[in-house]
């Protein structure tokens, strides 16, 4: 029952996405890029000479996730083929062009049909799927070409599906991979409290990816010289109850200047955060080779930037978490950023929740509570030892690329003598 369910829930997202393209922009992307999909698919296989493996993520933030394996597999095994695919226009708009991979498209939605079309064309020897992607056609598709296939930094809590009296089906789905790296022990005990002990504790590889951005960022003008002389609060995919509550600091700090990079930067966004901030601001399109100096917010009203701007920052406010969930806060305490988020829907995120602990996060709640406790951490003179506390947590948890590589390094070189 459980296998005609899914397989139809499938058939009902396939007609509900094609519905929602007539209006949403996003959903057009999605659907028009798996139109010609197998075709231009169909064109690079048949040209490609090489073993190819398989990266999968769902959107951008996996596939950050996902990154620093794919960058260290490609150095360590040039002569394979790297096929990257994406389910959300969101990554593979951004990603298409990655320099890394041979080749980059869209995954096909999870129809029988698709997942058997796909496998057979591309016959990747490995693949990795990055944290919660399980898609079931696909896995059996690949179980029937003897593919192997790994979950890649997967996190498990108690409340999902697979460990629910009624979840026979998806807990079967996981049984077709053949190894999890997770991220803790917690998700490793769940895995094996349903008899599923193919597995190794590895941490998250976003750790190995965000330290990387600190070695690799170089000084941008005219950044730098915007907060020369002033300490920053960099405000990392906002939503508008972000910076309702970010605006208060900021009206009565005026010595305090801000880089703020809305998480949708849509027109009506934008204008959303203008209006709240109700101080001098100006978008990046709109900068000149100088920023005014009455100038207190610059809002980056473009894609991709953020990880770059936490260099400039004394303090970081983390969007998402007054809505539907946090976003990345590791890039922010890679550079020993005091973090704030909102108190609302954080919990589910293992990082913040650590970050808390330690003392180098705080939630807050709506209104002026950011303004409070900011004041109150600068009266005590505590950013110091929060920023420390951030660094040294994101240097802790580093390596679990290298931790996954030296488990698939023998098999690769098993294959290889096949």
């Not at 951004?94 to 129809?111: G, I, Q, S």
């Not at 009455?294 to 980056?300: D, R, Y």
Request: hydrophobic letters at 40%; aromatic letters at 12%; proline letters at 3%.
């Amino acid at each position: 029952m459980g296998k005609q369910l899914y397989q139809f829930g499938i058939f009902l997202l396939k007609v509900l996405l094609k519905i929602h393209s007539t209006f949403n922009s996003k959903s057009r992307l999605a659907v028009e890029g798996r139109k010609i999909l197998f075709p231009e698919l169909k064109l690079k296989m048949e040209v490609n000479t090489k073993n190819v493996v398989w990266f999968h993520c769902a959107s951008l933030g996996e596939f950050e996730q996902g990154r620093p394996l794919i960058e260290k597999f490609k150095a360590t095994f040039p002569d394979y083929f790297i096929l990257l695919t994406f389910f959300s226009p969101s990554g593979y708009e951004v990603k298409k062009n990655y320099e890394h991979a041979d080749y980059v498209t869209y995954m096909p939605l999870d129809t029988i049909k698709n997942a058997e079309k796909f496998v057979t064309m591309t016959q990747p020897k490995m693949a990795f799927f990055i944290k919660y992607e399980f898609w079931y056609n696909h896995l059996k598709a690949l179980s029937e070409i003897n593919c192997f296939t790994y979950s890649v930094s997967a996190i498990f809590r108690s409340n999902q599906v697979f460990f629910k009296f009624y979840g026979s089906f998806y807990r079967s789905l996981l049984k077709e991979i053949d190894h999890f790296f997770v991220q803790n022990k917690s998700s490793a005990a769940l895995l094996k409290g349903i008899s599923i002990n193919n597995l190794t504790i590895t941490g998250d590889t976003r750790f190995d990816r965000v330290i990387k951005i600190t070695t690799t960022v170089k000084p941008e003008s005219p950044f730098k010289e915007f907060a020369a002389d002033h300490n920053l609060i960099i405000g990392g995919s906002t939503w508008e109850p972000d910076i309702e509550a970010i605006a208060p600091f900021l009206q009565q700090h005026q010595d305090w200047k801000a880089i703020i990079a809305p998480h949708d930067i849509s027109e009506s966004n934008l204008k959303l955060h203008e209006k709240h901030l109700k101080v001098s601001s100006l978008r990046y399109s709109q900068l000149k080779s100088e920023i005014p100096d009455s100038t207190q917010v610059i809002i980056i009203d473009n894609v991709g930037m953020l990880s770059r701007l936490y260099q400039y920052g004394k303090v970081a406010f983390i969007g998402g978490s007054f809505g539907a969930g946090l976003h990345n806060t590791l890039e922010a305490a890679c550079f020993g950023l005091p973090i704030f988020f909102g108190n609302k829907n954080y919990t589910k995120f293992q990082e913040a929740n650590q970050l808390i602990a330690l003392g180098a996060a705080i939630a807050v709640n709506r209104g002026e509570d950011f303004k409070n406790k900011l004041e109150e951490i600068l009266k005590d003179h505590k950013l110091k030892e929060m920023s420390v506390k951030a660094e040294k947590f994101v240097n802790s948890n580093l390596g679990a690329t290298d931790k996954i590589m030296e488990h698939v390094t023998p098999l690769i070189h098993q294959m290889e003598k096949i």
